[in-house]
């Protein structure tokens, strides 16, 4: 039996071959970033990291610490939740604007784990879609400051109490900056 491990790079290997892509000897920089993320019920604080890119397609993971903020029912007070949720994408960059904005494309499956008062569920899965623009100060083209927005679907949202179950399409905005490292 093929692991999942080895599905997931065959995965990778293949859409980079498809997508015709080879290394660009301008673009071999990777990058950590930080990000705030705003969807409707909740705010989160997480972490990017975007691998090299070849040509104008890049692989990034994002881990977000979501907050939620709600009011169990027969009780007046407002009480917080913690959430986790992490993305891993396909970021496909466009020619730049101007000397400093380039807009970018980001999608991929995402995995949601709630905590357990919000859903009997240990994980849901689902997918996401965003497009933004990442802008470069002159003086530090290693450093971008990012804006997107985009859209969430939770595949598995059954569970009436659980994340997603009404609003299993959700949109978020998110903004942060990333730090380049490499050559």
């Not at 999942?4 to 970033?33: D, P, W, Y």
Request: aromatic content about 18%; proline content about 3%; hydrophobic content about 40%.
């Amino acid at each position: 039996m093929v692991s999942i491990k080895k599905m997931s790079v065959g995965l990778i290997v293949t859409v980079l071959m498809l997508s015709g892509l080879t290394v660009s000897a301008q673009e071999k920089n990777f990058s950590l970033g930080f990000n705030f993320e705003k969807n409707k019920n909740d705010e989160s604080l997480g972490f990017n990291l975007t691998s090299p890119y070849w040509k104008n397609a890049a692989l990034r993971f994002t881990w977000n610490v979501h907050r939620f903020d709600y009011i169990p029912f027969g009780v007046e007070k407002i009480k917080q939740s913690e959430s986790h949720s992490f993305r891993f994408g396909y970021t496909m960059r466009y020619p730049a604007i101007t000397e400093v904005i380039r807009p970018y494309f980001d999608g991929g499956a995402i995995g949601v784990i709630p905590q357990s008062h919000f859903s009997d569920r240990k994980f849901q899965a689902g997918f996401f879609i965003t497009t933004g623009f990442e802008a470069f100060p002159k003086n530090f083209k290693k450093i971008g400051y990012f804006a997107e927005a985009g859209g969430v679907v939770l595949v598995d949202s059954k569970n009436e109490r659980g994340v997603g179950a009404k609003d299993y399409f959700y949109l978020q905005c998110a903004w942060g900056m990333r730090f380049y490292f490499g050559r």
